[in-house]
Nanobody
């Protein structure tokens, strides 16, 4: 499975961005997907995950109420809608998929990773 993440950019605090993760595989709808991020000088951290059907999601506490993960299996695409962005959200955002239907917040559960897209939030 090849994953391509895009939609990052430079925005001011309070703005919104929508990231997309496009997958090459036909059976992408069978796989859970996660978004992770790595800020400057920080370890990679979990952001959000969604199960294969889209019925189950989970978020890191710091983005709850601001970020929404969703998917369009007909388009083989998962989205991360990010609202009320804060400078602390500045990071490279990666999407990943796992060969399993259930969502996970653990990076080691994921089998395929995209190349990342940079999100920079200025204060």
């Amino acid at each position: 499975v090849q994953l391509q993440a895009f939609g990052g950019g430079l925005v001011q605090a309070g703005a919104s961005l929508r990231l997309s993760c496009a997958a090459s595989r036909r059976k992408f709808s069978d796989y859970a997907v996660g978004w992770f991020r790595q800020g400057p000088g920080k370890d990679r951290e979990f952001v959000a995950t969604i199960n294969a059907s889209g019925s189950g999601t989970a978020y890191v506490e710091s983005v709850k109420g601001r970020f929404t993960i969703s998917r369009d299996n007909a388009r083989n695409t998962v989205y991360l809608q990010m609202n009320s962005l804060e400078p602390e959200d500045t990071a490279v955002y990666y999407c990943a998929s796992r060969v399993w239907a259930f969502e996970s917040s653990e990076a080691y559960d994921y089998d395929y990773w995209g190349q990342g897209t940079l999100v920079t939030v200025s204060s």
